[in-house]
């Protein structure tokens, strides 16, 4: 991956959740974003990032910043607007990545956009299965419990199967292995509260 010029400033998580907040007011949405947030930082910790967890959890936090307001524009607006506020150019390429393919021609290149990407649609698939189960939670929540739903084309519909299957791709990982690091990643942010 060539290297961007990384103009811009950096942004506090306080900062962050602001404009998350900003342009997101349904609670599913800013769940969501508090998920994949806490499911970037878990990844940065175990794949050797933890000295950037801060930043990939801002990545996660901040991917899907205008989905609410601006399904139709989705990982377009958010640049326009994220530049407008004058963050760095790499936070504004990592988190329009996640939409590759989708809306955007901007492919996932490092590690973590290729995280992002493989984990956004999951973790909705994962909190689907897991609000089925007795317990309403991921910690004891199998593969093959997200495995055999993953495969109902029916269930949890706005999960894109596509997306999770090149997102394992794109990592050289088999399903599995990404369904099961992402219920782990779940669970640490589950333990957190």
């Given amino acids: 991956m060539g290297e961007i010029l990384n103009t811009g400033r950096a942004v506090s998580r306080e900062e962050a959740w602001a404009l998350l907040s900003e342009y997101n007011q349904d609670g599913f949405h800013l769940k969501h974003a508090q998920i994949v ?3 970037m930082r878990y990844f940065a910790h175990t794949l050797g990032f933890s000295q950037e967890a801060d930043f990939w959890a801002l ?22 607007i994220m530049r407008e506020r004058g963050l760095e150019e790499r936070l504004i390429r990592a988190a329009a990545s996640h ?25 909705g698939l994962i909190g689907a299965v897991a609000i089925m189960r007795p317990s309403k939670s991921v ?14 084309a029916n269930f949890a519909a706005g999960c894109s199967r596509e997306v999770i299957e090149r997102g394992a791709a794109m990592l050289g990982w088999e399903l599995d292995e990404l369904i099961a690091q992402t ?7 589950e333990e957190r509260g």
């Fill in 37 to 39: 947030e806490g499911v």
């Fill in 183 to 189: 219920i782990l990643a779940m669970r640490a942010c």
């Fill in 139 to 152: 910690m004891d929540l199998e593969v093959k419990s997200v495995k055999k739903k993953f495969k109902s």
């Fill in 59 to 80: 990545v996660g936090l901040l991917h899907d910043l205008d989905f609410e307001r601006y399904p139709d524009q989705h990982c377009i607006k958010q640049q326009e």
């Fill in 99 to 123: 939409g590759y393919a989708l809306t955007v021609d901007i492919p996932p290149e490092h590690l973590m956009e290729k995280i992002l990407y493989a984990t956004d649609e999951l973790t």
